[in-house]
Structure formats: structure tokens, C-alpha cells
């Protein structure tokens, strides 16, 4: 008796609709971070894959219109720009700072032709979670006019609770949600991280919610590895741990979201590899278990 | 200008209800790990703290009677037997020696004279969360008239969400709840332990409906370092983190918890210390932090 057909063959059945080729695969820069964006968009044509997040470090020492055309000259389509965001601090001229960061962050998204920016929101040890909210809703305000006058929209990106500390006191997407519908805006959405989320028991509502609302801007991919062995670099490739990113994007396009799936994984162990190598591992990964 | 007198002194002020003394302080052994039950107790009671949690590997090869006679002499309360749970499994005869084995941990408990047993109730990675959850609902459920037998009460612990890959299902003190709200036994409440909770936006309104219940038998603290080295055992001394643990007890004091603040602590750093200085440097994080 084999109870799970499934296990018998890597190849997925039509009714798990598998993707055909990898026009909907989008791959953060900073995935395969020992490329330059320039190496990054080449590798990344020649693979057909579909779109690029770029991460703004990826950015420094170029023409960012520039570098804008040269990913549209190669096909790709620009997902997203990562990240704004860092909201919270203690001081009042820290969180000026923050802002004018965010602001330059919409103008590079501009330049760059991304239609949003996605925001790691922030969080300051000791201070309580309710404030660091606060002054992240007071933050994504200030920056309201700017986005809608650049046309670039703001995706506030729930980050796992084992970032509270420091990287986001937004930890659900209950919260990002409830965020979202408070600030009221075309131009402030959710980015729906499997990796930060697929824990949470009110996930599939929560997405549907977000759908419902508009307000689903983007869908993160990498997998949760057992052990763990580092909180920030340690990510796994899809199919390498627990978490059931075919079912996750079941919810996300039942919601109507119909962008990219964006790979996102920060890993010591991959950014060591022969990134080449690394990104057949993706497709394969994309392709069989996502 | 001083905007924050209590930054000039370590000592808080009288409305923040510190501690006088250690009588309701509880030390978990796995925290004083380095030494034996026996030197644990006798610390432990020189040093005026009031109770002590006992973690199964403390009593192998020991009579458990004469070990809980050993810490009742000690003037010691014995306050929790850790830990039972890990009921998932794939396998049916998995989940069958899961629930013997706790039932053994509620003997062990009974013989000691712990009230209750602490459940860390498991997961299995890559079996969806609900399956598991399902299967720690049964195996609880099984335990039920044995506990009620022997006298010993059943704490379901929700772990914090990066645990639950291979841990804990329960990822929140809502989900504990229902589970617990659902079994509908005396015998079985939640543990709130500050680490695995601290960042949840509905803590306060969890605990005080935990409290409502009469479902709240333990409190257990310690502290969220930034950075985090380990996902497991580079846990925090009261005061060197993020957790506003004060505020958190006030919670668990305000839904009438009258129990033990059970000091937890899980760190390759203070296990390689002299114990006897860690645990003065535990009791005062105990009475200025916590």
C-alpha cells in the first residue's frame, strides 16, 4: 500500500497546476547576491525567467534610469524595488531621517520603473511594539503625497515575530492588513512572505481579505528549513523544509493576485555557491515545489 | 532635564510593585543546568527563592518520591514537571508511545508532587499545522482521565512561531486557549511564558481570557536578546532584552494568577558560567527587571 502517491514522483499532477516555464518567476537580487544587477538581469534572460526585484544596494554607483532600461531591454519585468521602511526610533530627527530615506526610496523606485516599494517596517529594542506602530502608520502617512505624486506605490511587508526586536513590529498580516484599511489608500498595500507567515492560523483568511481589499501587492517564496541555524541567513530553497508554498499560493491566487512569485532567500550557504548552479536549483525548486 | 527618572536608578519605585524578597520566584533546573537536582535545591534554598520547576532529565536515575521529599525539605514549592507533549506523529504508533510516554510524565509528576505537567505539544515538519494540531487535541484528550486519576493538571505551552516547524503547533496564547476552552477539563490551562508571546498584539486580551477561564497554572520569564545567535538556547536574563516583562506580569497578576514567576532560561553562555554567580545575577534580574 502506498498512502502517498505524491511521494512516488517529483513531477505534480495538473490539478496542483504546475507551472509551464518560468514567466511568473520573479528572483530578488539580493537572492543571488554575488551577481551585480547587470549579471543578475543576464542570467536571469537567458534562464526566461520573467521578472527582478531589485534590492537598492544592487543600485549604488549606477544610472538607476539606466539600469531600469537595461532590465526592460532584457525582458524582465521590474516587480518590486526592496525596501524602504525602519520607521521607528526614539528620536524625532531619527524618524525625519527614516522618512527622507523612504522618499528617496520612491524616487529610485521611479527612476527605476518598480511600481512599488516594499517596507520592512521597522523596530526599536525596548520600545513597546504599540508605539514602533504608531510611528510606522505616522511615517507611511508622511509619505503618502510623495508615492501618489511618483505614481509608486508603498507594500508594507509582515515580517516573522522573531524580528520583533528590531526589524518589524508589524508580525501578522492581521496587522499589515488592518494597516492597510487604516491608512486608507490606492497606494498602500500588503507583500505576503511564506516565510514570515505560513505559521500563522488565520492565514488564508487573512490573504482573502487582503484580496478582497485590493491590497495584495506581492507574493515572497522560499522555504523554512529545520533546523534553522541562523535567524537572518539560514532560508531554504522551496521544497527544502516545512512549509507548503503550493497551498499558500492556492490562497494568494484565489485572492485574485495574478503578479509574480518572487524568490526571495537569504542564505550563506547559497550566496557560497557557484550562483549558476544555485539558480537551476530555483527553477527546480519554483518548478516542483511552489 | 530628565526625562526618564528611573533610567538614574536600577531601583524601581514602589507603584512598579517590586519584589521584597524571592519567595515567589521559581527556578526552572534546565536554567541552573550544570548542576544536579540536589545541588539545585540546595542553592536554590539558600538563596531564599521559593520554587522550583523540575525537568524530567533532572530525575533519571533518582527516586522521585525521595527527590520531591529531597525539595519539600528544602522549603522549596515544587511548582511544574517539564515537560510532556510532542504528540504529532505520522505514524499511528508514534502518537500511541507519545501519549505513554505522557502518562509516565503525569506518574513521574504525581510522585514528585507537581501540580502539573508542562506540554511543549510538538509538530512534525511538513505535516500540515492543522493535522498536528488534531493530533495534539486526541492525544491531550487520551491523557484526560489518567490525569484526573493521578491528581495532575495539563499546561498546554504555546511556543513562539519560529518553533513551529518541529516543536509546537500552538504558536499563540489564542490558539492555546481554544484548545483549551475545547477539552474543557480542570485538568487542563495554558503556560504563558513571556519569550514565545512577547511580540503577539493580543497578549494582554489573551491572558486576560486565560485568566477568565481559570485556565492560566503557569508564568514563565526570561528575556529576547538582540542579536539572537540561536534559535534554541541563547535565551536572555531578565533585563537584557526587548521584553517588557514587568508589564506582561501585570497582565498575568491583573487575570488573578497568584502562581510562581518561573525563571526559564535555556543559554549555552550562562550554562558554561559559574552557576552561583548566574544565579545571583538571576535574582536580580528577577528583582529589577522583571
Request: net charge negative.
Amino acid at each position: 500500500m502506498n498512502e502517498n502517491p505524491q511521494a512516488e514522483s517529483r513531477e505534480p499532477s495538473f490539478t496542483e497546476s504546475p507551472f509551464r516555464d518560468f514567466s511568473k518567476l520573479c528572483v530578488h537580487t539580493i537572492t543571488t547576491k554575488p551577481w551585480s544587477v547587470e549579471e543578475a538581469a543576464e542570467q536571469f534572460a537567458r534562464n526566461g525567467i520573467g521578472g527582478i526585484t531589485v534590492w537598492r544596494d544592487a543600485l549604488a554607483n549606477r544610472s538607476i534610469q539606466q539600469t531600469g532600461q537595461l532590465l526592460r531591454d532584457h525582458n524582465l519585468t521590474i516587480v518590486s524595488l526592496c525596501r524602504g521602511g525602519f520607521f521607528p526610533h526614539t528620536e524625532a530627527s531619527s524618524r525625519q531621517a527614516a522618512i527622507d530615506d523612504n522618499r528617496r526610496a520612491i524616487d529610485e523606485a521611479a527612476e527605476l520603473g518598480a511600481p512599488h516599494v516594499v517596507l520592512v517596517c521597522g523596530a526599536v529594542p525596548g520600545q513597546p511594539l504599540t508605539e514602533s506602530r504608531q510611528q510606522i502608520r505616522d511615517g507611511i502617512a508622511a509619505l503618502l503625497p510623495h508615492a501618489e505624486a511618483c505614481g509608486v506605490k508603498l507594500a508594507i511587508e509582515p515580517l516573522h515575530p522573531m524580528y520583533a526586536d528590531n526589524r518589524s513590529a508589524i508580525n501578522t498580516l492581521g496587522q499589515a492588513n488592518d494597516m492597510a484599511e487604516e491608512l486608507n489608500s490606492p497606494y498602500v498595500g500588503v507583500a505576503v512572505d511564506v516565510y514570515h507567515l505560513w505559521w500563522d492560523p488565520t492565514l488564508e483568511q487573512e490573504i482573502a481579505r487582503c484580496g478582497q481589499n485590493g491590497h495584495l501587492f506581492a507574493f515572497h517564496i522560499c522555504d523554512w528549513k529545520t533546523p534553522t541555524l541562523d535567524l537572518l541567513n539560514d532560508r531554504g530553497l522551496m521544497g527544502e523544509g516545512c512549509i507548503n508554498i503550493r497551498q499558500i499560493r492556492s490562497w494568494v491566487e484565489a485572492a485574485g493576485f495574478k503578479g509574480f512569485n518572487e524568490v526571495e532567500i537569504f542564505s550563506n550557504r547559497y550566496w557560497a555557491e557557484d550562483q549558476t548552479e544555485f539558480l537551476e536549483k530555483i527553477k527546480h525548486g519554483y518548478r516542483y515545489h511552489s
